[in-house]
């Protein structure tokens, strides 16, 4: 069935780094966008980033712009989040979530919703 | 790209109809019909309810129904159930290919 699977949470130390997976199954994953979202402690949904179904585009919020990157490897359905510069700030479950990506003639439209959600990882950032 | 705004919390009996608030601005809610609503049990992994303003997935109910008026999209729950009782996000395409979230709104069934 379709699923999402996040891993490489954990605790680290403020100012390092750390890599989140997210494996993908039951679906052709280069047809869909992708993106990460978060929730801190006691906070509400935070969105994280995007990447294009190719790979081709990448956008970011403002609160990690500059410090984390989104990838990914269709060939082994993988959906990744290399984190740096960690901050006490980014302690949160971080999920990996489908975009409801739809196709027109051939072209794909994105943003549509978040329609399919892993169970999340834990990341703590603190000394 | 500041959070929409949700009431924290909204409560109802069982069978009564509440409707949850979305505020935004002209830049994303107002501009964009890509908003789509999220039922949050603690614990488990959020899910999808609404999308476009106002269509549903399969698979989910009928008492859930969205719509929206200028920067205000809003979620609609008719027939309150026990097990409706979670946190709602609103979530809201903006003009800087972005998504934005709202605070959270805690439904309670009383």
């Known amino acids: 069935q379709v699923q999402l699977v996040e891993s490489g949470g954990g605790v680290v130390q403020p100012g390092r780094s750390l890599r989140l997976t997210c494996a993908v199954s039951g679906f052709t994953s280069n047809t869909y966008a992708m993106h990460w979202v978060r929730q801190a402690p006691g906070k509400g949904l935070e969105w994280v980033a995007v990447?294009?179904?190719?790979?081709?585009?990448?956008h970011y919020a403002d609160s990690v712009k500059g410090r984390f990157t989104i990838s990914r490897d269709n060939s082994s359905d993988a959906l990744y989040l290399q984190m740096n510069s960690l901050r006490a700030e980014d302690t949160a479950i971080y999920y990996c979530?489908?975009?409801?990506?739809?196709?027109?003639?051939?072209?794909?439209?994105?943003?549509?919703?978040?329609?399919?959600w892993g169970q999340g990882t834990t990341v703590t950032v603190s000394s | 790209q500041s959070a929409l705004t949700q009431p924290a919390s909204v409560s109802g009996s069982p069978g009564q109809s509440i409707t949850i608030s979305c505020t935004g601005t002209?830049?994303?809610?107002?501009?964009?019909?890509?908003v789509s609503w999220y039922q949050h049990h603690p614990g488990k992994a959020p899910k999808l309810m609404i999308y476009?303003?106002?269509k549903r997935p399969s698979g989910v109910s009928n008492r859930f129904s969205g719509s929206k008026s200028g920067n205000t999209a809003s979620l609609t729950i008719s027939g309150l159930q026990a097990e409706d009782e979670a946190d709602y996000y609103c979530c809201s395409y903006a003009s800087i290919s972005a998504l934005i979230f709202g605070g959270g709104t805690k439904v309670t069934v009383l």
């Open positions: 002209s830049s994303d809610v107002g501009s964009s019909n890509l």
């Open positions: 979530a489908r975009d409801k990506s739809v196709w027109v003639f051939g072209v794909p439209y994105f943003y549509y919703g978040l329609d399919v």
């Open positions: 476009e303003v106002t």
């Open positions: 990447i294009w179904h190719d790979g081709t585009e990448q």
